[in-house]
């Protein structure tokens, strides 16, 4: 494949690619809320709608035994969220507020998958009992966020935990403002998930084949080509829609749709192939970015739980810890 057409293909691709994965978290979003599903259980759904390019593109390279770039697409993508969700969302709405209990069930499922997912690469744990984990952590909280604020009752739970809980979750909810999609979702409608799905796939696959053929042609190891130039390009539309959120003072659904993203993003582009590919050991490169989005993710919470609120202040330190991150990337 010559130079100009590797071009085309990747910007063709990633053009596709991202329309695509728009629109299905957008029909997602619409089918889910006239299902009634809770807000909870309604962003996991749109966000992993939202996060298929870089999840398909992850699982496309590591199947193609590119795995410097496939996890570098993952790592690179959860590291950029941080910094442009949080950090920029912050920045340019003022300030990002949420409740302390929505931010503890999150962040806390957020850092907890990161930590599984950090042991097991960097110490070459067994994929079984790193999905055991994942699981004993996923488990209970899909089974929280699918219900609504009033069906949260359990005679299993201290009355301070389930108290703790509904409060959790009824903040979503509140976020929300009410329903978004109040005309019935069409046919067309419905079955337009299947295509568009195909569409991010088929749309990874050429993303990944053109950069392959640009980066062997430029030089660019596959940790910098995944980690900065694929993770950044297919997490810009997560931004947009953050921001969005953010200067609507819908800090929940903002604190939502980052650690869900980053959950999701690790658990099928990084967790799940390890079950049916043998993954080469991680690199000098991938070992850094790995402790780097542990130690992201570790302070992104902190600086939000502090209290409740992410300043703009708060939100510039996330950024440029990001681009330094970048630099050494770059530079490495």
């Known amino acids: 494949m010559s130079i100009g057409s590797a071009v085309i293909l990747f910007l063709g691709c990633l053009v596709l690619g991202t329309i695509s994965s728009a629109v299905l978290s957008h029909r997602l979003d619409q089918v889910g809320t006239y299902l009634g599903l809770s807000e909870g259980l309604l962003g996991l759904v749109t966000a992993l709608g939202a996060d298929s390019p870089e999840i398909a593109t992850a699982v496309t390279a590591l199947v193609g035994g590119q795995h410097d770039l496939g996890r570098g697409v993952i790592f690179g993508s959860n590291l950029f969220n941080l910094a442009a969700l949080f950090g920029l969302g912050a920045v340019v709405a003022g300030r990002l507020a949420c409740g302390r209990e929505t931010l503890l069930l999150n962040a806390g499922v957020a850092v907890s998958i990161t930590g599984v997912l950090a042991w097991q690469l960097l110490t070459d744990g067994s994929p079984l009992v790193g999905g055991a984990l994942i699981a004993a952590v996923m488990l209970p909280y899909v089974a929280v966020s699918a219900l609504k604020p009033r069906q949260l009752r359990s005679p299993l739970l201290p009355g301070p935990m389930l108290r703790w809980l509904q409060e959790a979750v009824r903040d979503a909810e509140v976020d929300s403002g009410g329903e978004r999609f109040p005309t019935p979702p069409s046919w067309a409608d419905k079955l337009a998930v299947v295509p568009l799905l195909g569409m991010v796939v088929v749309s990874s696959i050429g993303i990944v084949r053109a950069a392959t053929v640009l980066g062997a042609d430029l030089a660019v190891p596959d940790a910098v080509l995944g980690t900065l130039v694929l993770a950044t390009l297919t997490g810009i539309p997560n931004a947009v829609a953050a921001i969005r959120l953010a200067v609507q003072g819908r800090g929940a659904a903002v604190v939502s749709e980052t650690f869900n993203s980053n959950s999701l993003n690790l658990i099928a582009g990084a967790y799940l192939p390890t079950l049916f590919v043998t993954a ?53």
Do not use: H, K
Not at 293 to 299: D, E, N, P, Q, V
């Open 280 to 332: 080469a050991p991680l690199s000098g490169a991938g070992r850094m970015v790995l402790w780097w989005l542990l130690g992201g993710t570790l302070l992104a919470a902190a600086l939000f739980l502090r209290r409740a609120v992410l300043t703009r202040w708060e939100g510039a330190v996330l950024i440029v810890g990001y681009a330094v991150f970048a630099i050494l990337v770059a530079v490495g």
